[in-house]
Nanobody
Framework: QVQLVESGGGLVQPGGSLRLSCAAS????????MGWYRRAPGKQRELVAV???????NYADSVKGRFTISRDNAKNTVYLQMNSLKPEDTAVYYC?????????????WGQGTQVTVSS
């Protein structure tokens, strides 16, 4: 059984910073692309940032220059450093990963962590 567990969300003032973490656990053979998505109230889930095993990254235009995605392959963990946060960054943030186990190769989602940017 594979699980993705996020942590690090919370309430922060505009201009502040947060760091999200997502650890994958279970009978994992390998992990390919990992990423972060978010769903704001009343909106569809959207891509925030993704990172390949080799470290190639891609960001949504709205977060470029403010957010940084990174990963520790030895720990099966992906991070999202969020700086200069804005109220419009308020959303539930979801971790996502393509994972190979002994049974299959498929996409997994975490349960989500709330990020609220408000004064």
């Amino acid at each position: 059984q594979v699980q993705l567990v996020e942590s690090g969300g919370g309430l922060v003032q505009p201009g502040g910073s947060l760091r999200l973490s997502c650890a994958a656990s279970g009978s994992i053979f390998s992990i390919n692309t990992m990423g972060w998505y978010r769903r704001a109230p009343g909106k569809q889930r959207e891509l925030v940032a993704v990172i390949t095993t080799g470290g190639i990254t891609n960001y949504a235009d709205s977060v470029k220059g403010r957010f940084t995605i990174s990963r520790d392959n030895a720990k099966n963990t992906v991070y999202l450093q969020m700086n200069s946060l804005k109220p419009e960054d308020t959303a539930v943030y979801y971790c996502n990963a393509d994972i190979r186990t002994s049974r299959d190769y498929r996409n997994y989602w975490g349960q989500g962590t709330q990020v609220t940017v408000s004064s």
